[in-house]
């Protein structure tokens, strides 16, 4: 008996889990946390953002490795298990740190530079987080989805633009604190 092309792995189902409480938190984040301001988004961003997740979704459930059958090897199960952990521990740094971002924007009345949590690390802890929450549906994927790899290989390349750029707007912006806390690092902590 051969299983349906539309079947999903024990790993792809867990990704996908994954990716839909992620996305439903940053919804929730959005609704509750975040403190909009005057700007608004372009029409271009917007529409390529919601491409973005529909796609991640698709490509996970369409990518040849989605149908590999879990492996319970002990080495599997330890990536899947440290996918997860890391997965949990990005997301719970990329809400602290939005709500450090909402309680700076809710009190200050103009920017200022955020302190607390990963932001004493590195300049986008945001970023960073989003690097990592890709990395951690690679490894609960157990390496088998390409798309996925793909995927991750894009965030990471994508927010280390953006991170370059937000610390030289601090930096621009605040040079006196920003030579003050010339340990942050870029992007990664303590790397880049």
């Given at each position: 008996m051969s299983s349906s092309p539309l079947a999903c792995s024990g790993p792809t189902l867990i990704c996908l889990v994954c990716l839909q409480c992620h996305l439903f938190r940053r919804m929730l984040e959005s609704v509750s946390i975040t403190q909009f301001g005057d700007s608004t988004m372009h029409a271009a961003a917007l529409i390529l953002g919601?491409?973005?997740?529909?796609?991640?979704?698709?490509?996970?459930?369409?990518?040849?490795?989605?149908?590999?059958?879990?492996?319970?090897?002990w080495f599997d199960v330890l990536v899947l298990l440290g996918g997860l952990s890391l997965f949990l521990v990005a997301s719970a740094h990329q809400m602290t740190c939005n709500a450090v971002l909402a309680s700076i924007k809710s009190s200050a009345i103009s920017y200022a530079i955020p302190q607390g949590d990963w932001f004493d690390l590195t300049w986008s802890p945001l970023y960073w987080a989003e690097v990592l929450l890709y990395t951690s549906l690679v490894l609960l994927s157990q390496g088998r989805n390409s798309n996925l790899m793909r995927i991750a290989l894009w965030v990471a390349i994508n927010q280390s633009i953006s991170a370059h750029r937000a610390k030289a707007w601090y930096v621009a912006t605040f040079p006196a604190a920003a030579a003050a806390l010339g340990h942050r690092a870029t992007l990664i902590p303590h790397v880049w």
């Open positions: 919601t491409c973005h997740y529909i796609m991640v979704s698709l490509s996970i459930v369409l990518d040849d490795g989605a149908r590999d059958p879990m492996s319970l090897h």
